[in-house]
């Protein structure tokens, strides 16, 4: 596996780091236990990193040496490609003839390296493209940047060069086609999954504490998920009886948290008794185009007159990132484009409804009306209607947040890794038929 830009080591929620990292940590664990060994080659952004290191049994990270270490920006990288092919080349070198049996590359400036490495190998070459520029640059942000005409032609290379493509969704393999000529034959639909370990409705343990989450197949009672709410609420210093609306994810335009805060402050104006009872905790750290202002959000939140309501918090780990989940009332996300939406799949898993714009694979992964519900535009108006729904009907966020947690069940990561495993046994054998 190929990820240029971001490690599969780095913390998700800050920089460059997101979605795209925990899909590759998850399916290249899940893989390795079909018995898929994997080698991610990545950047080394530290002289403190060794040369390889174990993500976990059969999953070998490597770091390849590929401009500075430290202070490349994402739109740096593509002068440093040369480098990086330079380095996995080498590594390969160095193994017996045939070592490497596919390449799958992440995120089109993966997919350049993959590009040559597949066809130097004669191995083939899949490619998942997580987002791509032309659907961003059909929906920005106020005031967000564009992707250059550069990536463009890039994505189109790697498109035009790979054996198969996997997309997230159907609507992205439609777009793959429309936007980039993708052929039908290229195409494999595999949802991404959440990992059912972490992410799962919280219970209290007889004594009291609260322990692990009931995973399969039955939901813990609804007193003993009211009690371990409660005292994960009091761990993270969240009043008790709040509503609590979150925000997880990457600070920047794309990810739209300033909708929220704008949809929060109507809310509030609409009635000020709520600014009693309402929390609207911000967790994660300034990436991508959100580097350039990274107080902007703070900023907006004084004067939209809701510091008081907002808790600005930095990532955390999965494990305290589920705790968030379900302290949650809901989860929100006004996203201006998402190639699927991992967090809304991740806090549906931790019995958590979902308040989402309706773009990009967020309408697959969130059942409208069921599991949360898709709000259709970012008008800050629309957005306080849909979430006043569940500020005021607490029985409402539990039913819906019931079902959240059993569609969760459906993506689990076993089932993304084995239809992953089928697109590499095709690509395979395709490519020996040749």
Request: with cysteine; charged share 20%; hydrophobic share 45%.
């Amino acid at each position: 596996m190929l990820s240029v830009h971001t490690s599969p080591l780095h913390q998700p929620g800050t920089g460059d780091a997101g979605g795209m990292n925990v899909y590759i940590v998850e399916l290249s664990r899940r893989l390795a236990d079909l018995g898929i060994e994997v080698e991610v080659f990545t950047r080394t952004t530290s002289s403190d990193l060794p040369p390889t290191v174990e993500l976990a049994p059969g999953v070998l990270v490597r770091h390849v040496t590929a401009g500075p270490f430290e202070g490349l920006l994402k739109e740096d990288l593509p002068a440093q490609l040369c480098a990086f092919t330079h380095g996995v080349l080498r590594a390969e070198a160095g193994q017996r003839p045939g070592h490497y049996d596919l390449v799958h590359s992440h995120y089109w400036l993966s997919g350049q390296v993959g590009w040559l490495a597949a066809e130097r190998w004669g191995v083939p070459l899949v490619h998942t493209m997580h987002t791509m520029a032309k659907v961003k640059n059909a929906s920005l942000a106020v005031g967000d940047t564009a992707e250059p005409a550069a990536r463009i032609i890039g994505e189109t290379q790697v498109v035009a060069a790979s054996d198969r493509l996997i997309a997230n969704t159907v609507e992205e393999a439609d777009q793959l086609v429309r936007h980039y000529d993708a052929r039908p034959d290229q195409l494999a639909v595999v949802h991404p999954g959440v990992n059912l370990d972490v992410f799962r409705p919280a219970t209290a343990s007889p004594t009291g504490a609260v322990g692990d989450a009931l995973s399969h197949p039955t939901r813990p009672r609804p007193e003993a998920e009211d009690e371990a709410r409660r005292r994960i609420r009091a761990r993270l210093g969240l009043p008790l009886d709040a509503t609590v609306l979150l925000f997880a994810g990457r600070i920047q335009p794309l990810k739209a948290p300033d909708v929220l805060l704008h949809a929060v402050a109507e809310l509030l104006d609409r009635d000020p008794s709520l600014r009693e009872r309402l929390v609207v905790p911000i967790v994660g750290g300034p990436s991508g185009s959100g580097l350039a202002r990274p107080e902007s959000l703070h900023k907006l939140a004084a004067q939209l007159g809701v510091c008081d309501v907002v808790r600005f918090q930095p990532p955390v780990g999965q494990a305290e990132l589920a705790d968030w989940y379900r302290a949650a009332t809901a989860l929100v996300m006004p996203s201006h484009s998402e190639s699927f939406g991992l967090v809304a799949l991740e806090a549906q898993a931790c019995g958590t409804p979902v308040v989402a714009a309706a773009v990009g694979g967020l309408p697959v992964a969130v059942r409208d009306g069921e599991t949360g519900f898709l709000v259709n535009g970012h008008d800050p108006r629309d957005w306080a209607t849909t979430l006043r729904r569940l500020v005021d009907d607490p029985a409402l966020a539990a039913r819906m947040g019931a079902a959240a947690a059993v569609h969760a069940r459906d993506f689990g990561w076993a089932g993304a890794a084995a239809a992953t495993a089928d697109v590499y046994a095709r690509s395979i054998r395709v490519g020996a038929e040749r």
